[in-house]
């Protein structure tokens, strides 16, 4: 079974720059999020969709963040502009659905650094 | 709102000594508990889970955890460590949400 796959790995950017991470879940997992993980931190959630419609997105800065899950499948997570402390590995997580209590499988992350 | 702490930034150990990383959460609800492991330049993956049951919960890769309701806490254990199991450890809560809250882990160092 295919795990959840993320891209780019790596991205570089200036600061007030645009980027957008790309996320396609396991096949059938109908929930989906979106995590960030600054260095030395634990994984903060910032988006939870189930298909394609949002369950929680309340820590999801909206001012410069973005993210759409349409078709209820992959998702892109849009920062535009970025800034210095939005440098952080962005991970992506599926799970099989809202009421399954349980495990969520996550992705390699996309690992963001803004100069 | 609940949180998670984890005492420990960093643990070093000898290989094959007993290792415990300290967890303990903060919730007005009943929780789920879980520990997650990531390797270098992975992804998190899922050690063990905790949501009813036995408060004594094993794992993979030999681990297990208990979690203790008076003390909020759910600490992992393994009684003879490996030098694969050098990561970073992450201790998570689900209020039924379905979403987790995770500590800010603990660097798991196996020396030889």
């Known amino acids: 079974e295919a795990g959840v796959a993320q891209s780019p790995r790596y991205k570089i950017i200036e600061k007030r720059q645009s980027v957008a991470f790309w996320c396609n879940p396991i096949?059938?997992?109908?929930?989906l999020y979106w995590y960030q993980q600054i260095l030395g931190q634990g994984p903060k959630l910032l988006i939870q969709?189930?298909?394609?419609?949002?369950?929680?997105d309340s820590q999801l800065p909206k001012d410069r963040f973005s993210a759409e899950r349409l078709k209820g499948v992959d998702s892109t997570l849009k920062i535009q502009p970025a800034k210095l402390e939005d440098s952080a590995v962005y991970l992506c997580?599926?799970?099989?659905?809202?009421?399954?209590?349980?495990?969520?499988?996550f992705g390699e992350g996309s690992r963001l650094t803004v100069l | 709102a609940q949180s998670v702490t984890q005492l420990d930034s960093q643990v070093p150990v000898f290989e094959e000594a007993p290792v415990e990383l300290r967890c303990n959460y903060s919730?007005?609800?009943?929780?789920?508990l879980f520990w997650y492991v990531q390797y270098p330049n992975q992804g998190l993956q899922l050690l063990l889970k905790?949501?009813?049951?036995?408060?004594l919960v094993k794992g993979i890769n030999g681990f297990e955890a208990e979690f203790n309701k008076s003390q909020t806490s759910f600490h992992l254990r393994k009684p003879s460590v490996h030098i694969s199991d050098t990561a970073e450890y992450f201790c998570?809560?689900?209020?039924?949400?379905?979403?987790?809250?995770f500590g800010s882990g603990t660097r798991l160092q196996v020396q030889p």
């Open positions: 969709f189930q298909n394609n419609g949002v369950v929680d």
């Open positions: 997580a599926s799970s099989f659905s809202w009421t399954n209590t349980g495990e969520l499988f």
């Open positions: 096949s059938g997992h109908a929930t």
């Open positions: 905790y949501l009813s049951g036995s408060t």
């Open positions: 919730s007005s609800v009943s929780v789920y």
């Open positions: 998570a809560v689900d209020t039924g949400r379905r979403a987790l809250t």
